[in-house]
C-alpha cells in the first residue's frame, strides 16, 4: 500500500487533491525559493482536481473530458468508452473509477 497506509487510496480520493503534474524539462535540483514558471496555461476551464473528480465521483460531467482539444488519448478513450457503456442510463449508476 502506499505510504504505509492500506486507507491511503480511499483518504487521496475522498480529498479531491490530485495535485498538478510538471514537466522535467531540464534535470536538476529544485529548492525552497526557486523560480516554478508556467510556459502555457490552457484554453478551458478544466483542471487536474476536476478530471480527477469526474473519473472518481461525478461521472455525469464526462463529456466534459471529450471537449477539451488537448486531452490525452487516454482519457479520451476512457471518457468515450464510459459513454458507450452508459448510454441511455444514468452516468451516476456507475460503477466509481476508483477505490
Given at each position: 500500500m502506499r505510504m504505509n497506509d492500506k486507507?491511503?487510496?480511499?483518504?487521496?480520493?475522498?480529498?479531491?487533491?490530485?495535485g498538478p503534474y510538471l514537466r522535467i524539462v531540464v534535470e536538476g535540483d529544485?529548492?525552497?525559493?526557486d523560480e516554478i514558471r508556467v510556459?502555457?496555461?490552457?484554453?478551458?476551464?478544466?483542471?487536474?482536481?476536476?478530471v480527477f473528480r469526474i473519473y472518481t465521483r461525478d461521472r455525469d460531467e464526462v463529456e466534459r473530458l471529450l471537449?477539451?482539444?488537448?486531452?490525452s488519448e487516454s482519457w479520451r478513450r476512457?471518457?468515450?468508452?464510459?459513454?458507450?457503456?452508459t448510454k441511455g442510463r444514468s452516468a451516476g449508476?456507475?460503477?466509481?473509477?476508483?477505490c
Open positions: 486507507m491511503f487510496p480511499r483518504r487521496f480520493t475522498e480529498a479531491l487533491r490530485p529544485v529548492g525552497a525559493g510556459v502555457e496555461r490552457p484554453g478551458h476551464d478544466l483542471t487536474i482536481r476536476d471537449a477539451v482539444p488537448r486531452m476512457w471518457a468515450q468508452e464510459f459513454l458507450q457503456k449508476s456507475a460503477e466509481p473509477g476508483c
